[in-house]
C-alpha cells in the first residue's frame, strides 16, 4: 500500500514538473541591430548617435575629433 502512494506520488510529481518545464511564456522578443546597439552603446554617447545611422554608414571607428576642433587652413596648400 505504502509502496503504491510512492509511485503514485512520484507520477504525479513528474507530472507537474514537465507540465511546468513545458509552459513557457512568449518566446523572447527579437531586438532590432539599433536596439543592440544602443544597448551596448548605454554610457558613450557618441557611439549611441551613431547607432541610429544606417549600418552601413556605422562601420570603422569614430573620428578621434569633431569636424569643428580641426584647424582652419586659410591661405595656400604649402602655408
Known amino acids: ?3 503504491l502512494r510512492l509511485a503514485c506520488g512520484l507520477s ?8 511546468a518545464a513545458c509552459a513557457s511564456d512568449k518566446p523572447p522578443q527579437k531586438l532590432s541591430d539599433e536596439a543592440v546597439c544602443r544597448s ?3 554610457n ?3 557611439e549611441r548617435d551613431r547607432c541610429s545611422l544606417d549600418p552601413e554608414l ?3 571607428s569614430v573620428p ?3 569636424p569643428q576642433d580641426l584647424p582652419i587652413r586659410s ?3 604649402s602655408d
Open 1 to 3: 500500500m505504502r509502496s
Open 12 to 19: 504525479a510529481l513528474a507530472a507537474t514538473l514537465l507540465a
Open 40 to 42: 551596448h552603446f548605454e
Open 44 to 46: 558613450d554617447p557618441i
Open 58 to 60: 556605422r562601420k570603422g
Open 64 to 66: 578621434d575629433v569633431r
Open 75 to 77: 591661405g595656400q596648400i
